[in-house]
């Protein structure tokens, strides 16, 4: 996982999201996608036990971002842009936000996205279907995470990698 320029082992990641008493803790990939059996913890109260534990475990700041399963399943059963003619030519990106945002906020935010990629916001994720790769776009991520809070992506393949992991764990 890199975090504004620091990195750390999925090794440790899963240590010191054990240490916080969480079980049955795995790391999916080397981009900070962690699985674990959150009991009855609410997912605010465990993205502030675990933002509050990775900062002190690394000395900075770590947005978070809980899901449970049924939310990224109900994230997976969000189709927009399916029918969308043309079709982008990236691969079908997913934004986690840590909140939902206001009406006025997702219209400012879907202003943002170049007329030829295609974005909707649903809840707590934008849905983001870019016109080409990454790379190539003109879509200032930075500065929606400064505007909108901080957020993290993930292509729609990881997310139904990850769920699938949660369905048979």
């Known amino acids: 996982m890199n975090v504004g320029g620091h990195r750390i082992t999925n090794d440790d990641l899963v240590a010191i999201i054990g240490s916080l008493g969480l079980r049955n803790v795995s790391a999916y990939q080397a981009s900070g996608n962690v699985l674990f059996d ?6 605010h109260d465990l993205e ?44 079908r990106q997913i934004a986690f936000l840590k909140v939902e945002l206001s009406p006025e906020q997702i219209s400012e935010l879907e202003a943002l996205a170049p007329k030829s990629d295609q974005l909707s916001v649903v809840g707590r994720e934008v849905f983001w279907w870019p016109d080409g790769g990454l790379s190539d776009s003109t879509m200032d ?28 764990a």
């Open 48 to 91: 502030h036990l675990i933002e509050t534990g990775l900062n002190g475990a690394l000395g900075y700041a770590v947005p978070t971002h809980v899901r449970t399963a049924e939310e990224l399943e109900a994230v997976l059963d969000t189709q927009p842009h399916v029918s969308a003619a043309p079709q982008p030519a990236g691969k």
């Open 38 to 43: 959150r009991g009855d913890r609410a997912v």
């Open 141 to 168: 991520w930075a500065a929606i995470n400064r505007t909108f809070g901080p957020l993290t992506m993930r292509t729609r393949t990881t997310v139904e990698r990850i769920t699938k992991r949660f369905s048979t």
